[in-house]
């Protein structure tokens, strides 16, 4: 199937399809992705696992025969075939049930739970939702959906995105240089093969990119990070995120935050060099009397 026969229906085919992995929440991981983030965090067995960390575990070990041009997993597997070149993680929604402890076993059960197609200014767009559930001793630790956007490669002449501009005032801020060295640690810790990320004359000559490009969900840990080192003893109970426009190595970027007044909510950002808005999110905290 290509582009030109973009068949809808087909692809709606998958929805309900569902598959689950088990791992190990297993120390080495997470000291790992501690260096990777500058955090000199406890990394022991019993000790809960910080948000969002989770997705360097349960892995897609694809064999080798089976990954595809761009470097991911060929598709119409778990995810259906959508015949769109680029892929993206576009956002998500997470809430946080019973902690995650470093150590357990844990299972994570997906579930597709939505596929729809439109044409937009840069053409033809796909999205699928995919929502996971992720469990240790028969008890929710995280319920999530997943946004995947799918883009065909722009059109000659085709007018590029209007940038928004992210918010102008922020109660804290850090400033991230995302070298590749940064952007190959964090594909090795997700396993991830998506060659945007870590081969540049792929990313720049196949999908016409300045640079390599930082995942969204470093981007969105980033920004929980933030929180962290301002409210280290905040416990999140849900947070929801969405990618804006791309980042990449070329150009430092800068992850802000602003604590509404509410003292339950925090509004998260990321922009780029020129202060367009490339993430939005918003943390919700938990009750501490609870």
Known sequence: ?????????????WVGKTESASDVIHTGAATALAATLDRPLAIEPGVALPPLWHWIYFWSASPQAEIG????????????????????????RLIFGVPLPIGAVATRTSRIQNV???????GKLAF????????????????E???????????????SATPKAAPAEALWSRTVMPDPVLLFRY???????????????????????????????LIATLLVDLLQRHMPQAQLSAFDFRAV???????????????????????????????????????????PTN
Not at 69 to 81: C, W
Not at 86 to 91: F, I
Not at 148 to 153: C, E, F, G, Q
Not at 246 to 256: A, G, K, N, R
């Open 1 to 13: 199937m290509t582009a030109d026969d973009f068949d809808v229906p087909l692809l709606q085919q």
């Open 69 to 92: 041009a761009d470097g991911h997993p060929q598709r119409g597997g778990f995810l259906p075939p959508v015949p769109l070149p680029r892929r993206m993680w576009a956002g998500g």
């Open 116 to 122: 729809t197609a439109k044409n937009g200014q840069s």
């Open 128 to 143: 699928v939702t995919v929502q996971h559930q992720i469990a240790h001793n028969d008890r929710i630790a995280i319920t």
């Open 145 to 159: 959906e997943h946004d995947i956007v799918y883009r065909d490669l722009p059109q000659p002449g085709s007018a």
């Open 187 to 217: 594909s090795a810790l997700t396993f991830n093969g998506h060659r945007i990320h870590y081969d540049r004359s792929y990313v720049t000559g196949v999908e016409g990119y300045p640079g390599l490009i930082v995942h969204g969900p």
């Open 245 to 287: 426009g791309p980042l990449f190595d070329i150009e430092p970027f800068t992850v802000c935050g602003q604590p509404d007044a509410n003292g339950r909510t925090v509004r998260l950002w990321a922009k780029n060099a020129r202060g367009e808005l490339a993430m939005q999110a918003e943390a919700t905290l938990a009750d």
